[in-house]
């Protein structure tokens, strides 16, 4: 079994910015792809970004150019840096270790973006 635990959420200011981590229970080298989605009140979970093991990433439209994704090997987790948050980026947000045909999902982290 992989454990994710996830931290950083909160409450910000529209324009502001939050940096979620996610730390996993073994090393994140083995696993082929990092993600993190988000499920705002009322709505479907949907994919935010995701990184892979040879470092390709990819962004959802709606946050493209605002979040970044990234890992630290050495530390086992994951990162989402979010820039120029809007009201809509609020969500609950899950870290998600795809392991081939296995999937391992954190606990979800809060963030409301409200002035």
């Known amino acids: 079994q992989v454990q994710l635990v996830e931290s950083g959420g909160g409450l910000v200011q529209p324009g502001g910015s939050l940096r979620l981590s996610c730390v996993v229970s073994?090393?994140?080298?083995?696993?082929?792809?990092m993600g993190w989605h988000r499920q705002a009140p009322g709505k479907q979970r949907e994919l935010v970004a995701y990184i892979t093991d040879s470092g390709i990433t990819n962004y959802a439209d709606s946050v493209q150019g605002r979040f970044t994704i990234s890992r630290d090997n050495a530390k086992n987790t994951v990162y989402l840096q979010m820039n120029s948050l809007k009201p809509e980026d609020t969500a609950v947000y899950y870290c998600k270790a795809d392991r081939g045909a296995l999937a391992s999902w954190g606990q979800g982290a809060q963030v409301t973006v409200s002035s």
């Open positions: 073994r090393s994140i080298s083995s696993v082929a792809v």
